[in-house]
């Protein structure tokens, strides 16, 4: 089983930037990051396959960046103007049953992962 660890998350204004990590004890061709506000349910924020294709939630686009360092096994989720909406509890995702970029993708839109970490909270204040 891979294990997850995210770090990064923090309290920041509106219009502020802020880096997730997360590091994983294995090979996963679908990675990603899902977040989850409390009485809301999850919603997928951004994936990448290990071809690196990235995929990303609609409200997210041209603000956030995924990417992953293959020798490190590391993830990231880079964030930039952040707004008060992107308040939630961020956790970093992987799935193993899927090979594909469009299931990959699939994943993401269904925040569908088969595991993930613990979360880092992310608050952003307006």
């Known amino acids: 089983q891979v294990r997850l660890v995210e770090s990064g998350g923090g309290s920041v204004q509106a219009g502020g930037s802020l880096r997730l990590s997360c590091t994983a004890s294995?090979?996963?061709?679908?990675m990603g990051w899902f977040r989850q506000a409390p009485g809301k349910e999850r919603e997928g924020v951004a994936a990448?396959?290990?071809?690196?294709?990235?995929f990303y939630e609609d409200s997210v686009k041209g603000r956030f960046t995924i990417s992953q360092d293959n020798a490190e096994n590391t993830l990231y989720l880079q964030m930039n103007s952040l707004k008060p909406e992107d308040t939630a509890m961020y956790y970093c995702a992987e799935d193993r049953t899927v090979f594909t970029g469009e299931e990959c993708a699939h994943v993401l839109a269904l925040a569908d992962f088969g595991d993930w970490g613990q979360g880092t909270q992310v608050t952003v204040s307006s």
């Open positions: 990448i396959d290990k071809d690196g294709s990235t």
């Open positions: 294995g090979y996963t061709y679908c």
